[in-house]
């Protein structure tokens, strides 16, 4: 160990010329791994777990809270509070992921994430007070918020420019994995069960993916800025196929870490001008990704059915409906992102989300009878919202959140990323019920349906396409000031470059 560090350290005194062409030569000398494919998948499968953990932990809250009322007689504002109590962890764990990811790394930040999760998931289930409760969904919300800062970045800087959307996806596809099986036991076992093991089976996979991270690779790009070239192509021999592709990273990498001013880095470097367009278009996507109403939904699907004469288990139906939708599409989206392109799929699947939101105000106003064709116009309305959703901003917000800031950022930059959207998700959750009582539930309907519109319209104005390019492809067009979409020019790399 102290022998490579001494290598890297002699690396590191090479001037920026010198240090290049050395690794160049030690790509050629560098021994590419037979399983390079199979780790670069596993690892990306692994971290994805997180997205799971995070789904389930957010979704096992709308079949549980029933049981949860019942046992500490709660009011709709304590119930907003134990729904919304995991967001509040999740804003203060997505800023502390950030400077954690920067100083000691991806993996080690993310390992760091998925043991907060076995302990948060075990000490929530032996909650013996409400007060209790909500302390320890905080601490549990530690972890979904660190994991939604450090997983995506984690594996978009692991992936192929050709297959980022594919693997950084994953972390969405395991989200609805995570959510449908939340609603599964929730209908399924909550009788037999109770609240408790619920909530406390997370901790088994978490454990799991705590033992996994600790052999998978590290960020090459987190390698090449802290330690240097060396350590980013024994990195990269580990999860790529061929030398050409490793020594195309190296070279680009190189470029991009000489270019880059000491002002640009970290948090002061989000406050510099050339920056400021993927600031607002990546904060923008993370606020609309989550007060669209999906997050709404998920959470509380079963207690509205239930307040609009849905029975117990048609509401949980109905919920466990949400969530299969839910995890179909994301999946879909996972599989075509790369094809049709992040800004396009928002474009197209936005304005059916604001006409399914127009479509369930208009139902719900006129307080459809279970089992008529008003409750089955609200069940259609309620999966076409989700389908939309799932398969457009849900998939293109979290991935665009994880490619758009340059690498001397990008720690501090998703830690903002992702403080903002579980800040946007609080502010939904524990307003849902106000809304719905100050408005009726057909009038929260149509709030959200122009939450939708607006959604639309910002992507339009201020997301470029970002599919077939690099993360330095990215950081390259931000420095020259072709980042934003224009008429003719919607990508920052042309079609005939990819």
Known sequence: MNEDNAETQEYQNLTPEEALKAAEAAVHHVEISSSAKIMLGLTAFVAAICGGLYGYDTGIISGALLLITS???????????????????????A???????????????ATIVSAVFVLGAIACSFAQSVTQLIIFRVFLGLAVGGSTQVVPMYISELAPAGRRGNLVTMFNVAI???????????????????????????????????????????????TAENEGLKSAIAELSRIRTSKKAILREIREMHEIAESTDPLDKGWRGLAQP?????????????????????????????????????GKNSALLASLGVAITYCIMTFLGCLTVDKIGRRRLM?????????????????????????????WLVIFFLLSFMASNSIGIQICGWLTGAEMFPLCMRGQA??????????????????????????????????????????????????PELSGASLEDIEYALRKKRFAPRKGHTRIVDASDL
């Open 176 to 222: 609805g994995i995570g959510i449908l099986l939340a609603n599964i036991i929730g209908f399924a076992a909550r009788d037999a069960w109770g609240w408790r093991p619920m909530i406390g089976l997370a901790a088994i996979p978490a454990g799991f993916v705590f033992l996994c991270l600790l052999f998978l690779p590290r960020s090459p790009r987190w």
């Open 71 to 93: 046992d500490f007689h709660l009011n709709s504002g304590m119930q907003e509070l134990v729904a919304s109590s995991i967001l509040i962890g999740a804003v203060v764990g």
């Open 414 to 463: 998703t830690s903002l990323f992702a403080a903002t959207l579980w800040g946007a998700d609080l502010l939904v959750t524990i307003t849902a019920l106000t809304l719905v009582q100050l408005v009726t539930l057909g009038g929260a309907m149509w709030v959200y349906a122009a939450v939708n519109v607006l959604t639309v319209l910002f992507v339009f104005r201020f997301v």
């Open 274 to 310: 050339w920056v400021r367009p993927a600031v607002i278009a990546a904060l923008g996507v993370a606020f609309f990704t989550q007060v669209g109403g999906l997050e709404m939904m998920i959470y509380y699907a079963p207690t509205f059915l239930h307040d609009a004469g849905f």
């Open 347 to 375: 474009l197209i699947t936005g304005p059916i989300s604001v006409l399914s939101m127009i479509g369930l105000g208009v139902v719900f106003s006129m307080h459809p009878a279970e089992g008529s064709v008003g409750a």
């Open 95 to 109: 800023l502390l992921a950030g400077s954690m990811s920067e100083k000691y790394g991806r993996r080690f930040t």
